[in-house]
């Protein structure tokens, strides 16, 4: 045998057996590692440029901040001008198909800025007040529009209104919402404003529901001056299928400003009682001066604004001369 392998055999003459001794040319061979998957440098390298690039962009803390703030804006218990616009804004994105079937886009604007303000004013409560007089009001108004459209006497657009209407029918409400933001008359006129605010939706929506159900369902339309039988849309004309629908109307939204604690019950019948009062007052006013010579200013949201602030103004009123009433007695 070659050298590089030969066996020597030693015997121990301590030992009865032989031992075996191997000497060998080569180097001790060590037992090889297991084989481990490494990503190669260049995809390592791309990933951690992108993550850093996303970090740049994104920041972790700095968007779970935003998310944070974000939610606790919108479960903020006391209405801020935030909390106000990031809920207002969340609920017309999802409210959209509904806000496009009574306003146009001008209207929306409008709307959006209404909801604001009321938010901010006092709630989540007056939001839905005034959500709940939407609904009803674009409701009654696409009642029976092709028979309206016949007869010339439907809302223009389909009934969707701009913002000319929007205005008319929320200027008293922001006036009332803008006292209860800065604090005019101090904590004592508070409930005064709110008041203000629950009866001026009322009185609109009192006069919107009797115009739209009386075009559709009065049977006789009545001049409120001279109750002389007139067309059905005649200014100032007034019918008992739409004085009683528009009433009905007043008492179901003074009952939900009651039931979201805006009101009380007492406030809830002075508001009814008042909205019936102006938009007496508004039927006079447009048998007697709308579309006639020399007032031609006094348009249909001109008299809107009329109508509501009466209606603000007269539930402001008796609720103090009762209060006063009581006092004394």
Same mark, same amino acid.
């Given at each position: 045998?070659?050298?590089? *392998? %030969? %066996?020597?055999?030693?015997?121990?003459?301590?030992?009865?057996?032989?031992?075996?001794?191997?000497?060998?040319?080569?180097? =001790?061979?060590?037992?090889?590692?297991?084989?481990?998957?490494?990503?190669?440098?260049?995809? &390592? +390298?791309?990933?951690?440029?992108?993550?850093?690039?996303?970090?740049?962009?994104?920041?972790?803390?700095?968007?779970?901040?935003?998310?944070?703030?974000?939610?606790?804006?919108?479960?903020?218990?006391?209405?801020?001008?935030?909390?106000?616009?990031?809920?207002?804004?969340?609920?017309?994105?999802?409210?959209?198909?509904?806000?496009?079937?009574?306003?146009? #886009?001008?209207?929306?604007?409008? +709307? #959006?800025? %209404?909801?604001?303000? &009321?938010?901010?004013?006092?709630?989540?409560?007056?939001?839905?007040?005034?959500?709940?007089? #939407?609904?009803?009001?674009?409701?009654?108004? @696409?009642? =029976?529009?092709?028979? =309206? !459209?016949?007869?010339?006497?439907?809302? @223009?657009?389909?009934?969707?209104?701009?913002?000319?209407?929007?205005?008319?029918?929320?200027?008293?409400?922001?006036?009332?919402?803008?006292?209860?933001?800065?604090?005019?008359?101090?904590? !004592?006129?508070?409930?005064?404003?709110?008041?203000?605010?629950?009866?001026?939706?009322? *009185?609109?929506?009192?006069?919107?529901?009797?115009?739209?159900?009386? @075009?559709?369902?009065?049977?006789?339309?009545?001049?409120?001056? *001279?109750? @002389?039988?007139?067309?059905?849309? &005649?200014?100032?004309?007034?019918? /008992?299928?739409?004085?009683?629908?528009?009433?009905?109307?007043?008492?179901? /939204?003074? /009952?939900?400003?009651? /039931?979201?604690?805006?009101?009380?019950?007492? !406030?809830?019948?002075?508001?009814?009682?008042?909205?019936?009062?102006?938009?007496?007052?508004?039927?006079? $006013?447009?048998?007697?001066?709308?579309? =006639? !010579?020399?007032?031609?200013?006094?348009?249909?949201?001109?008299?809107?604004? $009329?109508?509501?602030?009466?209606?603000?103004? %007269?539930?402001?009123?008796?609720?103090?001369?009762?209060?006063?009433?009581?006092? *004394?007695?």
């Amino acid at each position: 045998m070659a050298q590089s *392998t %030969l %066996l020597l055999l030693h015997v121990n003459p301590s030992s009865s057996c032989p031992s075996i001794s191997r000497h060998s040319q080569f180097p =001790k061979l060590s037992p090889k590692p297991a084989k481990s998957f490494s990503v190669p440098r260049s995809l &390592t +390298a791309r990933k951690q440029r992108f993550s850093s690039r996303m970090d740049r962009l994104h920041p972790p803390n700095a968007l779970q901040g935003v998310v944070s703030e974000a939610i606790g804006l919108l479960q903020s218990p006391d209405p801020t001008w935030q909390s106000a616009l990031l809920n207002n804004l969340l609920i017309f994105v999802l409210g959209s198909p509904i806000l496009v079937t009574g306003l146009s #886009f001008p209207g929306i604007s409008a +709307a #959006f800025l %209404l909801g604001t303000l &009321t938010w901010r004013a006092f709630g989540p409560s007056g939001f839905l007040l005034v959500a709940s007089y #939407f609904v009803i009001g674009t409701g009654v108004t @696409k009642v =029976k529009m092709a028979q =309206k !459209e016949a007869q010339g006497v439907a809302e @223009k657009r389909k009934g969707r209104r701009g913002p000319g209407s929007v205005i008319g029918s929320s200027a008293a409400a922001c006036v009332c919402a803008l006292m209860s933001i800065y604090g005019i008359g101090g904590v !004592e006129f508070a409930q005064l404003w709110q008041l203000g605010f629950v009866a001026s939706f009322c *009185t609109k929506l009192n006069d919107t529901v009797s115009s739209e159900i009386g @075009k559709a369902y009065g049977k006789t339309t009545y001049l409120v001056t *001279t109750f @002389k039988v007139v067309p059905r849309g &005649t200014e100032g004309a007034v019918s /008992l299928e739409g004085t009683l629908a528009g009433f009905l109307a007043s008492v179901v /939204l003074a /009952l939900i400003g009651c /039931l979201m604690g805006q009101i009380n019950g007492a !406030e809830a019948l002075i508001c009814v009682v008042a909205s019936q009062i102006a938009n007496f007052g508004e039927s006079i $006013i447009g048998a007697v001066f709308q579309e =006639k !010579e020399g007032y031609q200013w006094l348009n249909n949201d001109v008299v809107n604004v $009329i109508n509501i602030s009466i209606g603000s103004i %007269l539930a402001v009123l008796m609720q103090q001369a009762l209060l006063l009433n009581w006092q *004394t007695s």
